[in-house]
DNA sequence: TGTCCAACCAATTCGAAATTGGTTTGGGAC
DNA sequence: GTCCCAAACCAATTTCGAATTGGTTGGACA
């Protein structure tokens, strides 16, 4: 072999490019130039580039998608960010449990910072969830009535997970299956348990709204549960 | 007046659009065709066929949007499930007090569900973050230990509003302000707060993990205010 | 056998153009 | 003047084709 091929062995590359990465000044993203750029900037071929960097992604020390380019660091991890991705892999009995462990705690802050005109709105859901004449209705207001508390946490990001938990609630194909009552029965369980949510707030009582919040969302999680064991007789 | 500018008043063409509506087979999504299309299908002036429009808007029938067309239906609220629109309307501190609120009740239930798999990761992960040589490196292990405890809490739902979380955490433009050293100094508070996380997760203490998942985030937060309050002089 | 080069493939990004509700302007009609 | 219409313009949004990019294949060549 030639001198000339000595260094441009594999080996030599993969030192090269080591090279380069210590001096070169990536961008914010990290991302360096693509591969026919690089190639040619480092005087190798491309066929000989690819190789030392499928060596340095295996140490992990890059990675690299089609499409986007090579990036120096280790692969992003991929996000759960996405709604319709989280719809797919999950069911209504996760996202219960995740509500079970979010807005209690939503419910905490809540009940210290909540504004007076909050809490009145609130009440104002409340009844409206009493006053419901159908399901959908009574859905709507009991919605409004749990973003509102979430609201009453003031904080933005805090709301927008709230949020992203509602769209998934809706997107997770949830047999529809709402027993026969065409409007909610007076005696409702949510009802009191509602009040005694709205109640601790009121009264700045933390753990009292979180414990309130928590037995509230472990009753719908029963008659959840209980329904779809009907189902499925 | 003639017959036909009466016919083409204001009233006329709302019930015209009336009639339209509940006749015209609109497509899933409830968007109806573009206003100059519209106006000239009923044979009124655009014009007219706007101010019917806002009629039908300010009653709640209709919603519009520009760029985007003419719905039926209310308008959807705006939800916070958008990363971008959140992102806007918020800044580092609250997003530092919702980790507070939300990861700790994620270490409780990881405490619970962990598999020795994921502790062993743990483990891996933290010791990444002894051994990172750039600030960088540190926060990718460091990051990639949070997850690894949101995943070990064995919920989607709840994985994927810890990803929303950091990837709010990422958008919100903090002003990159890390402080000299090159590296973490060998006495990095999190390292011990770190592990401290870790053995209570590993000995299914839930409130421990809880306490020292939030002790940590406090720390963190009061870094982050400290530097704040340090670029500010 | 191995390397290089060129072409091709598919995922992704980019950008110009088209679309769309909202607004302004000028010309008539009354 | 007052009102309406048509046209043009504006800005937000969508659309779609072209360009980019890592990955792959096939032929030339040594």
């Not at 000339?4 to 360096?32: F, N």
């Not at 753990?207 to 969302?217: E, F, I, K, T």
Request: proline share 5%.
């Amino acid at each position: 072999m030639s001198i000339i091929s000595e260094a441009s062995s594999e080996r030599g590359t993969v030192t090269q490019l080591r090279a380069y990465l210590a001096q070169a000044q990536l961008p914010e993203d990290g991302r360096l130039p693509p591969e026919r750029d690089l190639s040619e900037a480092l005087g190798v071929s491309r066929t000989e580039l690819r190789k030392a960097l499928g060596t340095l992604e295996a140490e992990g020390q890059i990675w690299r998608h089609v499409g986007k380019g090579t990036f120096v660091g280790s692969r992003p991890i991929d996000t759960f960010a996405d709604l319709s991705a989280l719809a797919k892999r999950t069911n209504p009995a996760e996202v219960m449990r995740a509500r079970l462990i979010i807005e209690p705690e939503i419910a905490r802050a809540a009940a210290l910072t909540a504004t007076p005109m909050q809490i009145a709105e609130m009440r104002v859901c409340h009844a409206r969830t009493r006053e419901a004449a159908t399901w959908r209705q009574y859905e709507n207001w009991d919605n409004r009535l749990h973003r509102t508390i979430a609201e009453a946490a003031q904080n933005i990001p805090l709301l927008g997970l709230f949020d992203t938990l509602s769209a998934l609630r809706r997107a997770v194909t949830w047999g529809r299956l709402r027993s026969n009552p065409v409007r909610p029965s007076p005696d409702h369980h949510s009802f009191t348990e509602h009040a005694t949510i709205i109640d601790a707030i009121e009264n700045r009582d933390m753990n009292g709204a979180a414990a309130a919040m928590r037995a509230h969302l472990r009753t719908v999680e029963r008659n959840l549960l209980d329904r779809q064991a009907m189902a499925g007789e």
